[in-house]
């Protein structure tokens, strides 16, 4: 199986942006210590503080599978439901 890297972007209503930050950042801890987990970083733009990407490495499909089946993951999309303008997440793995 091939490494999975994700980036995952995701823009707070802009009255909710520190409840966003906070949910996020409940994450990354717990997912770092995951199975499989590669690399799991978390970033807020300079320019547009509502908006937060994550750049995450993951060993193959299924421990990434795994992880969105977490309390911790489960949780923050709970947490966020309403408090989000949107979200984009492309999965990918490297050709070159």
Partial sequence: MSTITVVAKLVAKKDSIA??????LKLVAPTRKEQGCIEY????????PA??????NWENATCLEKHMSTDHYKAYVS??????????????????
């Fill in 79 to 96: 947490a966020v439901d309403g408090i989000i303008e949107g979200k984009t997440v492309n999965k990918m793995i490297q050709i070159a």
């Fill in 51 to 56: 908006v937060f990407v994550f750049y995450e």
């Fill in 19 to 24: 409840a966003v930050k906070t949910e996020l």
């Fill in 41 to 48: 970083r978390l970033h807020q733009d300079n320019a547009d």
